[in-house]
């Protein structure tokens, strides 16, 4: 597993890369997870190889991996790997295809992110660095023999965007135990919100990729025609300050509860603690904060998304709004909140049996069984052994072909001037093609 994001960072890749490591582990199999180094992190780790990094990447909590050295390359041969699985495109994502390359193994990616979200994280962000990102990530998709995606949205997105490698749907599970035993009562008194409260619930990182001046501008409709309710911000991150000083603006600062990182049972009281969880972010690929909480029984109204169209069945167990109009939205929780007690517990169940389609065990079976596939087509396909002198030439073609689809990238990404959103289809093949 190559990653640029892993412990103890706090994201959907980590957490992704963690879940599945652990499971593969229980069901007898070897993992050997590639990351960055990182502030804090765990000395001694099993079976995880720390790369050097530059941290706090232009003042963000991003570490950026630098090339692996010789010590990876010693480290890959003493666990001789069957396959190689990138979770990125970039850095170690380039580190990933170079080591599969060169041990002509299977390369398997996981499109855990929607790159063009993200680049108000990099200086000179721009509608061509928005392009640039992802013709890079999917010209990626040519060295890879299977694609992950996390969600049929997401799968869909790929193949208009002109992705050719296979593509398999496998979700982040999620542990349901863990979300469905949460209290309640010991989540509220734990937040100092009283029983009767009607709560909307928020958790996640608090970043601008997130669109959360929409959700709170839309909370803070909701909540002025709601008696009694309150906002549960379970998270943190650069946008806490501004959705705190929105609330206080709309006086609503003493019915607003900021709760900051929580994890283990405490996480799943506050899930718990939540008559409604909303989402508004268009960024996510899979939304495992949308299963976690139908996990814990807790109705949903989410933006129509990549992710969230999969968890939320529109009237069932949750509301999805098609419209990303402030109005549209409070009015989807201002109906969740005049349900009457039998219609919110008849939700309620909907939402847990939803969520048990989103269970670890059943996507990391649907994970495995896509690995062993791709190892029976690579063998049947596999050239014979080359000498070392062969096994030098590949490597050097796949470097040459990972330069050459970078600057492909680059042109493509300057000659088209629409929306970073409508990518134009390109040829695959070998050091990516035109347009």
Same mark, same amino acid.
């Given at each position: ?199 909307? =619930?928020?958790? #996640? /990182? !608090? ?5 959360? &001046?929409?959700?709170? +501008?839309? @909370? ?94 529109? =009237?069932?167990? #949750? /509301? !999805? ?5 402030? &109005?549209?939205?409070? +009015?989807? @929780? ?94 695959? =093949?070998?050091? #990516?093609?035109?347009?």
């Amino acid at each position: 597993m190559f990653t640029n994001l892993y412990r103890p960072f706090v994201g959907g890749v980590p957490i992704s890369v963690e879940r599945f490591s652990r499971a593969y582990r229980q069901a007898g199999h070897d993992v050997l997870i590639v990351a960055p180094d990182f502030p804090g992190q765990t000395r001694g780790e099993d079976g995880v190889v720390r790369v050097s990094a530059l941290q706090q990447f232009n003042g963000t909590d991003f570490a950026m991996a630098l090339r692996p050295g010789l010590d990876l390359t010693r480290r890959l041969d003493e666990f001789r790997p069957d396959l190689v699985h990138s979770h990125h495109p970039f850095l170690l994502g380039a580190s990933a295809a170079r080591a599969a390359t060169s041990r002509d193994l299977p390369l398997v990616f996981t499109h855990h992110t929607m790159y063009e979200y993200y680049t108000h994280y990099v200086p000179l962000d721009c509608k061509v660095l928005r392009n640039y990102v992802v013709q890079l990530s999917t010209r990626y998709t040519e060295f890879c023999d299977l694609l992950f995606a996390p969600s049929e949205s997401v799968a869909g997105i790929l193949r208009k965007r002109g992705v050719k490698s296979p593509i398999e749907v496998v979700p982040t599970g999620v542990v349901i135990e863990e979300f469905a035993g949460g209290d309640r009562s010991r989540g509220r008194t734990n937040a100092g919100i009283d029983k009767g409260c009607f709560v909307i =619930g928020h958790v #996640g /990182r !608090l970043q601008e990729e997130k669109n959360l &001046r929409f959700l709170t +501008r839309s @909370v803070i409709r909701a909540m002025k025609r709601i008696e009694g309710s309150r906002f549960l911000v379970v998270g943190a991150g650069d946008m806490e300050e501004e959705m705190r000083g929105a609330m206080e603006d709309a006086g609503l600062g003493n019915r607003a509860v900021f709760a900051g990182k929580r994890t283990g049972s405490d996480l799943a009281d506050l899930y718990a603690a939540m008559d409604v969880f909303v989402f508004s972010s268009k960024s996510e690929t899979q939304g495992m904060v949308l299963v976690e909480a139908l996990a814990a029984r807790t109705p949903l109204v989410a933006l129509d998304a990549p992710g969230a169209r999969e968890a939320v069945r529109d =009237g069932q167990n #949750g /509301r !999805l709004v098609t419209v990303e109009g402030v &109005r549209a939205f409070a +009015r989807a @929780v201002e109906w969740i909140a005049g349900l009457d007690a039998d219609t919110m517990d008849a939700m309620r169940d909907r939402a847990r049996i939803v969520a048990e389609t989103f269970s670890l065990d059943r996507c990391v079976d649907k994970a495995l069984a896509a690995y062993r596939r791709i190892l029976t087509a690579c063998r049947r396909t596999k050239k014979l052994e080359g000498s070392d002198w062969d096994r030098l030439l590949e490597s050097i073609r796949r470097e040459w072909e990972i330069w050459s689809n970078r600057a492909a990238s680059l042109t493509a990404a300057i000659s088209f001037d629409g929306d970073p959103k409508d990518r134009p289809r390109y040829r695959t =093949g070998p050091g #990516g093609g035109g347009e």
